[in-house]
Nanobody, 117 residues
């Protein structure tokens, strides 16, 4: 089992920055990748960014490329998302995700990010 706890959400003005963090606990040795997804009201949950634990390979949604940066600690149990130049469309609940070596998925409880004009 893997437990994920997010922090760092909040209200921010458009154009500003925010940093989200996610700490994994439990069986962290079986995690092969971690990432961030988001879900805006009335929309499906979508991928924001992912990072592998072994080689730190990253993947970003086109909508956040060049603005968001995902990173992880060397221990591999904490992943962060630095979100810069935030837009109104970035408003959503952001969820931390962990995928294990057996392709099981674990989710955090979500953290609200609201971008105001």
């Amino acid at each position: 089992q893997v437990q994920l706890v997010e922090s760092g959400g909040g209200l921010v003005q458009a154009g500003n920055s925010l940093k989200l963090s996610c700490v994994a606990s439990g069986s962290i040795g079986i995690i092969k990748a971690m990432g961030w997804y988001r879900q805006a009201p009335g929309k499906q949950r979508e991928l924001v960014a992912t990072i592998t634990i072994a080689g730190s390979a990253t993947n970003y949604a086109d909508s956040v490329k060049g603005r968001f940066t995902i990173s992880r600690t060397n221990a591999g149990n904490t992943v962060s998302l630095q979100a810069n130049r935030l837009k109104l469309d970035d408003t959503a609940v952001y969820y931390c995700n962990a995928e294990t070596i057996w392709s099981s998925q674990y989710w955090g409880q979500g953290t609200q990010v609201t971008v105001s004009s």
